[in-house]
């Protein structure tokens, strides 16, 4: 069982920058691949950043590639999306996802609002 805990989100300006942070309990984050995904009012839930256990790959949906950046540290158990050149379109709110290597069990955290204005 792993529990997620997010943090970091806000109100800023487009243009601004904001870092996300999920806190994982458990003792085998080490071995989860971690991502983060968001839901904007009105829509679907949709993908947004991942990294793997193993290699540490990184993978960004199109629409953030380059203006954001995840990482993580394994000794703190936490993950971050380095949010820069925000958008408006990018106001959703943004969940942790942690998924074990074997792609059997997922979990989700309970999101942080984000929010950017014009």
């Known amino acids: 069982q792993v529990h997620l805990v997010e943090s970091g989100g806000g109100l800023v300006q487009a243009g601004g920058s904001l870092r996300l942070s999920c806190a994982a309990s458990g003792r085998t984050f080490s071995t989860y691949n971690m991502g983060w995904f968001r839901q904007a009012p009105g829509k679907e839930r949709e993908f947004v950043a991942t990294i793997t256990w193993s290699l540490g790959s990184t993978y960004y949906a199109d629409s953030v590639k380059g203006r954001f950046t995840i990482s993580r540290d394994n000794a703190k158990n936490t993950v971050y999306l380095q949010m820069n050149s925000l958008k408006p379109e990018d106001t959703a709110v943004y969940y942790c996802?942690?998924?074990?290597?074997?792609?059997?069990?997922?979990?989700w955290g309970q999101g942080t609002q984000v929010t950017v204005s014009s």
């Open positions: 996802h942690a998924q074990d290597r074997s792609r059997s069990y997922n979990y």
